[in-house]
């Protein structure tokens, strides 16, 4: 599991990007010309529960966003998929 540490520099919000996918792009790092891009990506296949976690982690980058608060993503090894979301304290 990789974890990449930083403010929120972007975020981009896609609620309908097809007929059965909303997305969320961000990126993150210590300045905007050094971020990582990462996603969330809602399907309408998830369960109401992975779908209400989803909305969760994405309604944090927004709070992270406009606070300016550095956050902890937790992602795969090999892929840009958000698992999970810490922000960190003031």
Known sequence: M???IGLVQK???MPELTSN???ACVWI???PAN???LMVNRLDTDSSHAGAFKNSIV???VTALVSRREVVADHGD???LIT???IEPA
């Open 59 to 61: 309604d944090a980058l």
């Open 21 to 23: 996918q909303a997305l």
């Open 29 to 31: 790092g210590p300045t």
């Open 11 to 13: 975020l981009i919000i």
């Open 35 to 37: 971020a990582e891009l």
């Open 78 to 80: 090999s892929d840009a």
């Open 84 to 86: 999970s979301l810490t």
């Open 2 to 4: 990789a974890q990449t």
